[in-house]
C-alpha cells in the first residue's frame, strides 16, 4: 500500500481556536455531524484535534492561547461545507435547534445551502456548491479531484 494513501490529500485545513474547545468539539461532533479523529489535551486543554467531515475535508480545534504566536479570537472564522444533502442536513440542523442564521435557499450560481452559527460564533455554510469545475487535463472537460491519486 502506498503510505500516501494513509493521509488526507494535500489541502487547506482551517483551524479554529476556542475558549471551550471540548465543547465546540462535541457540537460539531454530537450536532453538525463531524467525526473526531484525533484529539491531544494536556490538563483539560486541547492542545489539537482534527476533525473530519464525512464528505472530504477537515478541521483542526484547540484551546485559544491568548498571546501566542497562533492565537487568534474565537468565533470569528466563516467556513464553508461541501454536502450532497443539503435538505437533510438542514432538518437534522433545525431538529436539533441549531442556530440556523441563513435558511435553506437556492443561489443564481449553483449552490442550495443554508448557513448556522456555532456555539462560538463561527459562521458554518453548507452547501452543495464545489466551485467552478477545474480544467482537464488533455482538453478533458473536468479534472479528477476526487481523493484518489492526490496524495
Known amino acids: 500500500m502506498d503510505a500516501n494513501k494513509q493521509y488526507l490529500p ?12 471540548a465543547a465546540l468539539i462535541d457540537y460539531l461532533t454530537g450536532t453538525v455531524g463531524f467525526v473526531e479523529h484525533a484529539r491531544f489535551e ?36 466563516q467556513l464553508n461545507v461541501y454536502t ?8 437534522r440542523l433545525q431538529a436539533a435547534d441549531a442556530s440556523i442564521i441563513r ?16 456555539p ?14 477545474l480544467p482537464g487535463a488533455n482538453g478533458a472537460k473536468d479534472q479528477d479531484v476526487s481523493y484518489e491519486g492526490h496524495a
Open 10 to 21: 494535500a489541502s487547506v485545513v482551517p483551524g479554529l481556536q476556542s475558549r471551550k474547545a
Open 42 to 77: 494536556e490538563h483539560g486543554v486541547v492542545i489539537h484535534a482534527e476533525l473530519l467531515w464525512p464528505e472530504g475535508g477537515m478541521v483542526m480545534v484547540s484551546s485559544h492561547a491568548e498571546g501566542t504566536l497562533w492565537a487568534r479570537e474565537p468565533g470569528s472564522a
Open 84 to 91: 450532497h444533502d443539503p435538505d437533510d442536513l438542514y432538518a
Open 103 to 118: 435558511d435553506l435557499q437556492d443561489t443564481d450560481y449553483g449552490d442550495r445551502g443554508f448557513a448556522i452559527n456555532d
Open 120 to 133: 462560538d460564533g463561527n459562521l458554518w455554510a453548507f452547501g452543495k456548491y464545489r466551485g467552478q469545475p
